[in-house]
Every structure is written in C-alpha cells, then in structure tokens.
C-alpha cells in the first residue's frame, strides 16, 4: 500500500490551506516521506500537538497506507 | 480499545520512569526508526525500559490510541508523551533534549 506525494500534499492542504508545503520522497517506495509545513494554524502549539494535527488530517492512513511521515511544522515567521 | 489493555498501558508507562514503545528490542530493533530512538537515548547515557510492541498487538494498537499517535516508537518520560522519532532526533540534534531530561531530574 502507498500513497503519492501529490495525494499527501491535497490532504494536508484540505485541514490547512494556508499551508507552504514541501514533500520528500525517501526511498522512493511510496511509504517513507518527510514533510516541511508551515502553517499559521500551528501558532502557539506545542511540536507534539502540531504533528498530531497533521496525522489527524492524514484521513487515517497514517500507519497504514503510509509506515512514515516524519514532519518538520512551523508557524510562519513573523 | 479494551479497558485491560488501557490499564496494561497505563500501569506500564507509570512504573517506567523512561519507557520507550518500540518494534524489537535495544539490542535487536526490528524497525530503523525505533534503532534510531535507541541510538540516541544510548548515545545520551540514558538508562530506559522498553516494551516491544511486536509481542502484544493489542499494545502496538493501543498505545497509538492512548497517545493519539499514529505510529511506533514513542517514547515516554516520566508518564509524558514526548514524541515519535523525528521528535526525538529534532530535539537531540538542537539540545532540547538534553535541557527535558534535565529538567525531568534525570542525569544525561
């Protein structure tokens, strides 16, 4: 099972559409990416809580569909 | 999530000043990401306990539900849920880590 880095990004962009995104690809396999977010919705949230934002809005596939999205979240600079 | 298990987890996560929830074991990890969690903890001088999620299903889903955390490992200090491992190594690679444990009274 896998997903595409397009089907990620509108994903995410469904729960933050402010967001800036930038998705890699790590091995190529459709499992395993890494993700950079920003998003003013992660403003005044601890890191733990920002990526449980993002997991939430992976839909469920987290964990199945998708084994890893290891994420990098910020808020905006000011 | 059965109640049994909700109380295995918190019992767990309560007598285990550092636990981390992991598929294998430090010594055989069976998942690179939960390898990369122990090297790190190792690398710190961090005494830890670990529960290998691979040996009880009704754990290895039951922590994600406890935590509302999608994915293994997770590691827990002193009842608190600090993160996965791409939070782990963010923190150790800036010195957060270091400055929590510190804080949580444990030497590193």
Known sequence: ?78 | MEQNTKEKIENIIKNNEILLFMKGTPVMPQCGFSAAVVGVLSHMGVKFNSVNVLEDAEIREGIKEYSDWPTIPQLYVKNEFVGGCDIIREMHENGELTEYFSQAGINT
Not at chain 1, 5 to 12: D, H, N, R, S
Not at chain 1, 68 to 76: E, H, Q, Y
């Open chain 1, 1 to 78: 099972m896998s997903m595409t880095a397009i089907e990620i990004e509108e994903l995410i962009l469904k729960t933050f559409p402010d967001a800036k995104i930038i998705i890699d690809d790590l091995r190529g396999d459709g499992d395993h990416y890494a993700a950079q977010i920003i998003s003013e919705k992660f403003r005044g949230k601890t890191r733990v809580q920002q990526h449980q934002m993002v997991y939430n809005a992976m839909d469920g596939k987290m964990g199945k569909e998708l084994h890893a999205l290891a994420l990098n979240t910020s808020a905006p600079k000011d």
